[in-house]
């Protein structure tokens, strides 16, 4: 199957900044598109960002101008820059990839991230 690694989430100050990248490993045969989420403390999961094979990016309301969304397609890696950031940004991060991999033919998968912690605070 295909499994995703997250780095880069930590401890910023309001204003400050902080880069997200999830590589996915695997058997990948295409990815279709690349999410990431986040999950506030007592807060249900919402999308923050998408990024599609083509480079086509939305953004929730509130990260817009803010956050910016990228991928490496030949590395299998997504990243999320984060700019500007607020204390209302404070959340566990999570990358999901939606694409198709090897088996003996190409078989849907939706794979998570475990998960990293943003914090916001002065």
């Known amino acids: 199957q295909v499994q995703l690694v997250e780095s880069g989430g930590g401890l910023v100050q309001p204003g400050g900044s902080l880069s997200l990248s999830c590589v996915a490993s695997g058997n990948i045969f295409r990815i279709i598109a690349m999410y990431w989420y986040r999950q506030a403390p007592g807060k249900q999961r919402e999308l923050v960002a998408s990024?599609?094979?083509?480079?086509?990016?939305n953004y929730e309301d509130s990260v817009k101008g803010r956050f910016t969304i990228s991928r490496d397609n030949p590395l299998n890696t997504v990243y999320l820059q984060m700019n500007s950031l607020k204390p209302e940004d404070t959340a566990v991060y999570y990358c999901?990839?939606?694409?198709?991999?090897?088996?003996?033919?190409?078989?849907?998968?939706?794979?998570w991230g475990q998960g990293t912690q943003v914090i916001v605070s002065s």
């Open positions: 999901n990839v939606r694409g198709y991999y090897s088996s003996s033919g190409p078989s849907f998968f939706d794979s």
């Open positions: 990024i599609t094979s083509g480079g086509n990016s």
